[in-house]
């Protein structure tokens, strides 16, 4: 039963391999720039592994296939690598006090995931023009300046912690109008007899300075804490 590959067929799958593992580099490199858990290690192992799974699914059971009354699903390891890799993807993403970070690299991961599978399956143009296309969305919108240029308006959330006063809700709700928080929502999450907790959501203009909203805000004696998300945005 023959088992071994051309030695030509051995060098396609290496170059596979290696096509794979440098496009993963290239993504992991903008995510190492940024010092995020994923980074170039991370995402080369993902696109070597799953370049390595698409061969192995693609070409690895040859010799079975070609016995008789044989047949197998080719497909079937690159459909668990989908989602095998969310379990990566989501070790990625954190949750602190209301402020998500991760999700970019999250993403990134998936992708690098899907990347390596196509590479492994030979698609050589498509993962290298996904590479490039990936690569230059990370870094083109990773400048908060372009994208102020295309969010005009952001999300301005705070909670807050105050003394149970009369009219307080009122008069902080008049106060973040005066500095300019629009579609003012709030939502009480404790109360008891001497304290409020409550959370206000808002949309303010992205040119506006968040922390003299904020600073507004703490003249009033009677609030205790403001904790902030900046603009309802996620750190990536």
Aim: hydrophobic share 50%; net charge positive.
């Amino acid at each position: 039963m023959q088992t071994l590959a051309p030695i030509s067929t051995e060098l396609d799958w290496l170059l596979r391999i290696v096509v794979a593992a440098l496009c993963g580099g290239v993504i992991g490199y903008e995510r190492a720039i940024q010092r995020k858990s994923a980074g170039i290690r991370t995402h080369i192992v993902v696109a070597i592994a799953s370049a390595l799974f698409m061969i192995v699914s693609k070409y690895g059971f040859n010799d079975i296939l070609n016995m008789r009354d044989i047949a197998l699903d080719p497909s079937r390891i690159a459909a668990q690598i989908v989602t095998g890799i969310s379990f990566i993807g989501a070790g990625t993403i954190l949750v602190r006090k209301e402020q998500i970070s991760g999700l970019t690299t999250a993403a990134g991961v998936w992708a690098t995931a899907a990347i390596g599978m196509a590479i492994g399956a030979g698609m050589y143009f498509m993962g290298i023009l996904s590479t490039a296309l990936l690569f230059l969305i990370q870094m083109l919108f990773h400048d908060d300046m372009i994208i102020s240029k295309i969010t005009p308006h952001i999300r301005f959330n705070i909670q807050i912690e105050a003394a149970n006063t009369p009219r307080i809700l009122s008069r902080i709700q008049k106060e973040l109008e005066n500095s300019h928080v629009e579609n003012i929502s709030i939502k009480i999450l404790d109360v008891s007899e001497k304290w409020i907790v409550f959370y206000v959501d808002g949309v303010i203009n992205n040119k506006l300075d968040e922390n003299k909203i904020i600073m507004s805000l703490r003249k009033y004696p009677d609030i205790d804490r403001i904790s902030y998300t900046r603009g309802g945005r996620s750190n990536g």
